[in-house]
């Protein structure tokens, strides 16, 4: 038997929450973000559970991660937002397949003096307004002689890519700024690309449709997680994928007075019982939400997390629950336990939270 600490990743949820994408661009392509082993979902067990679905293409933060993914053998080619970090990795790119984000001019460079065999796919990243990675439109006519001048290889460049910083709150006219901007660089320089342009995040695909373009890139709402601020997942059709179950593996029975665990965070005022669950800061659970008492679910039924979270130990509450070792607790996701409550709870974003769970918690397939 293995250390009782997994998370679940529900198959049905992907899938339905691709399907929410696809229905708000129906004309479009998508481009699944799976990046950060798929915001902390596991790469492996989205990649293939979306590729099942029929997701066009995936997108990865460097050839690195692709490469990782190489030996799944999936349809849908993998796209690197970030672009080469060295030359060496464009001849790689090339031979498997991989696209690359052009985002500045060492890149360019590299593609000079690279030798490759294949036809590289490339994006063009243009700046419209992120100030992150990409060029200027001022910019964009050198970017393009210098694709059209003698290359290490065969090229072809789908089209322009570009990231919207507020999103989130669509009504913003930042928004309307950089889409505008975008349209723009389109128009005058889309002749020298296959015109595949990708523009919009998960926020963008629900609320921005000025926004949509040939590729769409949503990463959190195949998650489950509300992009919009102020707007639930509920509202918005998608279903929470991930759900982080651990077990109890041993029952206190304390005093009044008595102490539990590290330090002297917390202090019985009666005779209670607590369990001992095999979840800890060593699997990503915060701290934090140890002395914020943080709610868990213990054989299903509403309890809270209790005094010092250790590596791999933590304490729940068993007020009014008779459990045992062996019972099984719910830590994290599923609309029981929003990540997105847990993100406000730290005083983040449910990005992170995903993230944050460590690697040595085995990622489960579930229907
Ligand atoms: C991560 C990422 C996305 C996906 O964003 P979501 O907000 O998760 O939908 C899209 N484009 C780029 C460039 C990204 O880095």
Not at 125 to 136: Q, Y
Not at 349 to 360: C, D, K, L, P
């Amino acid at each position: 038997m293995s250390r009782p600490n997994q998370v679940e990743i529900s198959a049905s949820a992907l899938a339905h929450n691709l399907a929410v994408a696809r229905q708000a661009a129906p004309k479009a392509r998508v481009m699944g973000a799976i990046k950060a082993n798929a915001y902390g979902h596991g790469a492996p067990l989205v990649a293939t559970t979306l590729a099942a679905a029929g997701i066009d293409a995936f997108a990865v933060a460097s050839v690195e991660e692709a490469e990782e993914l190489r030996g799944l053998q999936l349809e849908p080619r993998y796209t690197a937002l970030a672009g080469p970090f060295s030359a060496a990795e464009i001849p790689l790119a090339a031979a498997h397949g991989h696209r690359l984000v052009l985002q500045n001019f060492a890149q360019l460079q590299w593609l000079q003096k690279s030798h490759w065999q294949e036809t590289l796919e490339v994006f063009v990243k243009f700046d419209s307004g992120m100030h992150r990675l990409g060029f200027a439109h001022n910019e964009l006519a050198q970017v393009f002689s210098q694709l059209r001048s003698k290359l290490g290889g065969p090229l072809r460049v789908l089209g322009l890519l570009s990231h919207l910083a507020r999103a989130d709150t669509p009504e913003d006219p930042y928004n309307a700024e950089q889409i505008d901007a975008f349209q723009k660089a389109c128009g005058t320089f889309g002749i020298h690309t296959a015109g595949e342009h990708s523009l919009p995040n998960s926020a963008a695909i629900l609320a921005l449709p000025q926004a949509v373009t040939p590729w769409i890139r949503p990463g959190l709402l195949l998650y489950g997680l509300a992009p919009l601020q102020g707007r639930s997942a509920a509202e918005l059709d998608l279903q929470s994928v991930l759900r982080w179950r651990t077990e109890i593996v041993a029952i206190r029975t304390l005093r009044a007075g008595d102490w539990l665990g590290y330090g002297a965070s917390w202090q019985s005022d009666r005779d209670c019982r607590v369990g001992v669950i095999a979840c800890g800061y060593g699997d990503g659970l915060d701290r934090r939400l140890g002395l914020q008492q943080a709610p868990v679910l213990v054989r299903g039924q509403p309890s809270h997390l209790l005094g010092r979270v250790s590596m791999d130990l933590a304490f729940v509450a068993l007020d009014g629950i008779s459990a045992e070792p062996g019972d099984p607790v719910q830590i994290l996701g599923g609309p029981e336990l929003p990540l997105e409550d847990c993100a406000q709870r730290l005083d983040t974003i449910a990005y992170e939270i995903g993230t944050r769970i460590a690697q040595r918690v085995p990622r489960i397939r579930v229907p």
